[in-house]
């Protein structure tokens, strides 16, 4: 499968902490490179049939435009380095702090919710509308 995009990224555009963070991303995507694909899109299986939900919900799924599947921060760090900012991520891809770092952030996912409660007020984002398959989020 080939995409237009250099790089799409599936994520739970109901977490607080993950939709800002793919918001910034988008917002530094200046060629336009990077697809956002919300998971919790009532079509995602229809359109997606390749990327499982569940997994997806579990750990962060990103897709070169070659087919190529990235997790967790491997993805992270290739969307903040298209956007010419990779060098806040690099210090997690280094062989040493890689795997505790795969580690932590394994944790982050599956307590996503209760840390952006914590750092954001929100524990999650509501989904009041979708149509055509794309979910409208509005902060709860």
């Known amino acids: 499968m080939t995409s237009p995009y250099e790089l799409t990224i599936y994520f739970d555009g109901l977490c607080p902490l993950c939709h800002r963070e793919m918001q910034q991303i988008k917002r530094r995507d200046k060629h336009n490179l990077i697809a956002l694909v919300d998971i919790n899109r009532i079509d995602f299986e229809k359109n997606y049939p390749h990327i499982d939900r ?74 009041n509308a979708c149509d055509d398959g794309h979910c409208i989020t509005k902060i709860r």
Request: hydrophobic share 45%; aromatic share 6%.
């Open 54 to 127: 569940k997994h997806a919900n579990d750990i962060l799924h990103g897709e070169l435009a070659n087919g190529a599947i990235l997790l967790g921060l491997d993805v992270t760090h290739k969307a903040w380095s298209m956007v010419g900012c990779g060098k806040l991520t690099s210090l997690l891809r280094m062989p040493l702090v890689r795997p505790v770092a795969d580690k932590a952030y394994l944790v982050f996912a599956k307590y996503r919710y209760n840390i952006s409660l914590l750092l954001t007020g929100k524990k999650r984002l509501a989904q």
